[in-house]
């Protein structure tokens, strides 16, 4: 069901995209374009959130967590709530309050580094790979969020966000 809702919500927003400063109801012109793009990044990225919250809910998801999960995933090791912390997407979330959530869920298991007792070893338990395993079929809706831009166009958006950040 969730899937042709999106459909829906994508193919509407496809008829009707709007420039930014239509979605905001901005009426004066922006200052240049360097104001117009941050402020287009900003709705976008919220919009974005909010879309993949959404998708997440029914999974009893948040962002984070999910981002937690998935860093945990790709390491294949346990590691320290240090290094998941570095890997973040967002480098402001409690690291040390989302694993805890995640532990309470069962997602996460911990156990004390043997090389030093001071930091905690975070690892995906067998509920946390199953949880993913099933998550897999959002890969396509996620996909669809970004749809109305061709693969070379997302490649080239890539690249534009990359040399902001230089």
């Known amino acids: 069901m969730f899937k042709h809702y999106l459909c829906i919500v994508v193919c509407i927003e496809k008829d009707f995209a709007m420039k930014i400063k239509d979605a905001i109801h901005q009426k004066k012109p922006f200052r240049n374009e360097y104001h117009e793009v941050a ?5 976008t990225l919220n919009w974005l959130n909010d879309q993949m919250s959404r998708m997440f809910r029914p999974y009893g998801l948040t ?4 981002n937690v999960l998935r860093i945990l995933q790709g390491a294949g090791q346990p590691l320290s709530t240090s290094v998941i912390r570095e890997r973040l997407l967002d480098k402001m979330s409690d690291t040390s ?25 975070v690892y995906l338990s ?3 790979k199953e949880i993913l395993e099933k998550m897999c079929e959002l890969e396509g809706e996620l996909d669809l969020l970004l749809s109305e831009i061709n693969r070379e166009e997302a490649k080239q958006l890539s690249q534009l966000l990359d040399k902001i950040r230089k």
């Not at 402020?39 to 709705?43: A, P, R, S, T």
């Not at 962002?63 to 999910?66: D, H």
């Open 39 to 43: 402020v287009n990044l900003i709705y």
């Open 97 to 121: 309050r989302i694993v805890d959530r995640l532990y309470k869920k069962g997602l996460v298991a911990r156990d004390t580094c043997p090389n030093d007792k001071r930091l905690v070893d």
């Open 63 to 66: 962002m984070k967590q999910y």
């Open 126 to 128: 067998e509920q946390g």
